[in-house]
Nanobody
Framework: VQMVESGGGSVQAGGSLRLSCTTS????????MAWFRQAPGKEREGVTT???????TYADSVKGRFTISKDDAKGTLYLQMNSLKPEDTAMYYC??????????????????????WGQGAQVTVSS
């Protein structure tokens, strides 16, 4: 499964961006999809997850500002980011785990749980 991201860019604080991640094939099994981010000099951080039945989780740092969604018919995962802050600046990666769900908050900070990754999309928020 290949995953291709789009939608990154630069925005001022308080602005919005939407990231998209399109999969190369339809995933028939149960799955867990996620967005991670990594800022320079920092570890990769789990931002949000969603599984095939639509259950989602969010890191405390983005709750109320970011929204994860998916369109299975299009094979696309989205991340709507509102009220962006300079500390949201990072490379954002989408990821998917096949044949298993997210287990609530379990998978969100475990990069090793995921099988396939996108190439990353840069998000830069200026103050």
């Amino acid at each position: 499964v290949q995953m291709v991201e789009s939608g990154g860019g630069s925005v001022q604080a308080g602005g919005s961006l939407r990231l998209s991640c399109t999969t190369s094939e339809y995933i028939k099994s149960k799955y867990c999809m996620a967005w991670f981010r990594q800022a320079p000099g920092k570890e990769r951080e789990g931002v949000t997850t969603i599984d095939d039945v639509g259950r989602n989780t969010y890191a405390d740092s983005v709750k109320g500002r970011f929204t994860i969604s998916k369109d299975d018919a299009k094979g696309t995962l989205y991340l709507q980011m509102n009220s962006l802050k300079p500390e949201d600046t990072a490379m954002y990666y989408c990821a998917v785990a096949i044949r298993r769900r997210c287990g609530g908050d379990y998978a969100r900070d475990k990069a090793g749980y995921f099988d396939y990754w996108g190439q990353g999309a840069q998000v830069t928020v200026s103050s």
